[in-house]
């Protein structure tokens, strides 16, 4: 720790106030902290900052680069029919009232949530690629609901809400002091017990707990099939207390990038937007009092020709946060920069297919009588005696994970009800599959580029049952294998990382809480304090988690194979 670090923190450590250390501001430098991605983390990341800043007194100058043209990374909307203002989520599309961060973020920004799901009443089902397991029919037809009544599994659903409660009320202790901020990711769950939940799959998490009966197979596994694309072997068990916990889901009207974006205005940080990252560089100090390193970083516009050098940003930046999965980024960094390299975790690769008709599900596809009511909404779980697998390959007999109405609309142009649904596939939806999943011909222009202009013959008059579609593939979440260590989120003296929180635990929250947790470790770093030792680190018990680590991974290596590739056209990401 260096001298002046050391004064400010006598300071800062003796008088509670700030305003008695007021000599020592005058002579402060503005830091300068560099932000590398615009989703839920690195927007958490800015806003947070400017707010512990400001009430430390420590002057920041926050850039925030981000490779799109929106802020909210993952989390974005499209629009119905491509009219503006009528957007419905592509990527992460809910969130509860227990995230602290977001459903704070929508009262103090002033943003409205909607209850997503309610449009009109509808049956929501469990589908196994031959037969219905369980209908529910109720006033919402959105998916989170599926736990809700169930009598017909006895207490299993009571207590399996229970364990989600407990598990959930254990982790919120990462919001508060002692265990708030952490350097270490991997200490915090050992140090509250997480490890023994995300170390086991979520069905020997369930059997431990005596829950692992028909209940996990037709309605816990829904859950983790549709919000993590994984089967209860392949997923481990907070990952799959998760997916239970979806009560009162919300969304934030007109898109939940909305609270990303207030989180950015209102951080006062200058945003660069269309720039990609290419490089990080390390330079000595030219500031003898201080010694620590500065930043360069060199920024490439979004799209630009391969043979288009990366320019140097002007500023030098003495904190830099890389709030994206390190993997997936493409960025360069010299080898003195990041010490020890981020671990490559596999990540799922997951289809989103949106599309608007007038059409609803027909009952032949999933082997009903022709008048039957089909479910408006459909999850999927595996059928009794089917093998589960990991990754592509997870999805079964059904071949799907979910087919879920998200919106009723009126189509501009024919002034027809029309139904909003969303498909979760491990495969790129085929016309031949919409065509059995609506019963009625699907043209093979359905894959069509939709900008490309004039379709079909001259006068030939199709008769396109899907007035609108938009297809995407993401990396959305990792393939949450059990595992008992995260990266850190330092990576170097004054590098920060937040992405190593996603194979805890990867929602928008959790992002934003490993924003606000870097944005205090940096704050916090200027003020002097250091948080080495909070909670008391056991040693020899981090030994024994790495050692546990290297078994699972171990073991998980022939599955892993093939996952962690980036995505070749993830141009929506
Ligand atoms: C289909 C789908 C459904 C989901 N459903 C839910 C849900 O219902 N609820 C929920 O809570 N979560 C959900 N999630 C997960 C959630 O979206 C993520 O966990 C969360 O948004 C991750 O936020 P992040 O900021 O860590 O990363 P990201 O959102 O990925 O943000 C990273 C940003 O960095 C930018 N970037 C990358 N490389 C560079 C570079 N070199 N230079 C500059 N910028 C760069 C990217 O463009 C991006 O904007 C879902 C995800 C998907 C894809
Ligand atoms: C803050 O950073 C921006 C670049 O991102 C720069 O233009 C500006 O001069 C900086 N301001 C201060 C006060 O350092
Ligand atoms: C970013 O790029 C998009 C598409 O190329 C363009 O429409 C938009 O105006 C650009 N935005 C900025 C801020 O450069
Ligand atoms: C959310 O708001 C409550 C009430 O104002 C506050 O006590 C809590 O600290 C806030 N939590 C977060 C994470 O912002």
Redesign the pocket.
């Known amino acids: 720790m260096h001298l002046s670090r050391l004064s400010l923190f006598a300071c800062s450590f003796l008088f509670s106030s700030v305003a008695n250390c007021a000599d020592s501001d005058a002579s402060r430098p503005v830091k300068q902290i560099a932000i ?9 990341a800015a806003y947070h900052l400017h707010k512990y800043a400001s009430e430390d007194d420590v002057p920041v100058n926050i850039t925030i ?4 043209a ?6 974005l909307t499209v629009n119905v029919h491509d009219i503006p203002n009528n957007p419905v ?7 509860v009232e227990v ?1 602290h961060i ?1 459903f704070n973020a929508t009262k103090e920004f002033a943003l409205p949530t909607t209850d997503p799901g309610t449009d009109e009443a509808g049956v929501l089902g469990v589908w196994d690629g031959q037969s219905f397991v369980y209908t529910q029919d109720s006033e919402s037809w959105g998916w989170w609901n599926i736990a809700k009544l169930l009598w017909q599994y006895g207490t299993a659903p009571y207590y399996t809400r229970k364990l989600v409660h407990e598990t959930i009320g254990t982790f919120l202790k990462l919001y508060e002091a002692p265990y708030f901020p952490f350097r270490s990711l991997s200490t915090r769950a050992y140090q509250l017990g997480l490890v023994k939940i995300t170390g086991v799959t979520g069905l020997q998490w369930l059997a431990q707990n005596k829950l692992d009966g028909p209940f996990s197979h037709h309605i816990v596994q829904t859950s983790t099939r549709v ?1 993590y694309a994984s089967n209860l072997p392949y997923i481990h068990g907070l990952g799959t207390m998760v997916a239970m916990a979806p009560e009162g ?1 919300m969304a934030v009207a007109g898109g ?1 990038w909305r609270i ?1 974006a207030q989180m950015v205005y209102r951080s006062r940080a200058h945003v660069s937007l269309n ?4 490089s990080i560089t390390k330079k000595p100090s030219n500031d003898p009092e201080s010694g620590s390193p500065k930043y360069s970083i060199k ?1 490439k516009r ?1 799209g630009a020709p391969d043979d288009v050098e990366a320019e140097a940003y002007p500023v030098s930046f003495d904190d830099v946060v890389i ?3 390190y993997q ?4 360069d960094h010299d080898a003195d920069v990041i010490p020890h390299p981020v671990d490559s975790i596999p990540y799922v690769t ?1 289809h ?1 297919t949106l599309f608007a008709t007038s059409y609803q599900f027909s009952p032949a596809f999933f082997n009903l009588e022709p008048a039957a009511k089909v479910p408006t909404s459909v999850l999927t779980t595996l059928g009794q005696d089917e093998e589960a697998k990991p990754g592509h390959d997870g999805a079964g007999n059904a071949g799907f994970f979910s087919a879920t109405l998200v919106k009723v609309v009126t189509n501009p142009k024919t002034h027809n009800k029309e139904y909003v649904y969303k498909i ?1 596939s491990p495969d790129k939806v085929t016309p031949e599959f919409l065509s059995r999943l609506l019963g009625v011909q699907v043209p093979e222009t359905f894959t069509r580029d939709p900008s490309a202009g004039a379709d079909g013959e001259e006068g030939e008059a199709v008769l396109d049952p899907i007035s609108w579609y938009y297809p ?1 593939v ?4 990792p393939q949450k294998y059990p595992r008992v260590t995260f990266q850190d989120p330092i990576l170097g003296d004054g590098l920060y990382y ?2 190593g ?2 194979s805890f635990i ?7 809480l ?2 606000m947790n870097v944005a205090r470790l940096i704050v916090d770093d200027y003020l002097g304090i250091s948080h080495v030792d909070d909670v008391g680190v056991d040693e020899e018990a981090l030994r024994e988690q790495d050692r546990l680590q290297n078994v699972l991974a171990g073991q998980q290596q022939k599955t892993a194979e093939g996952y962690g590739r980036p995505v070749e056209d993830a141009g929506e ?1």
């Open positions: 590398i991605g615009a989703g839920a983390a690195g927007s958490s680069f981000e490779k799109t929106h802020i909210g990374g993952r989390t989520e592509l990527g992460a599309s809910i969130f995230n977001l919000n889901a939940n990303f720039s990609t990252v290419a920024t979004t709030a994206t999965p997936f980024s493409g960025i997951l989103v979760f995407a993401f990396n959305p979440y937040t992405s929180i996603e990867s929602t928008m929250e959790t992002s934003a490993m924003g990401l």
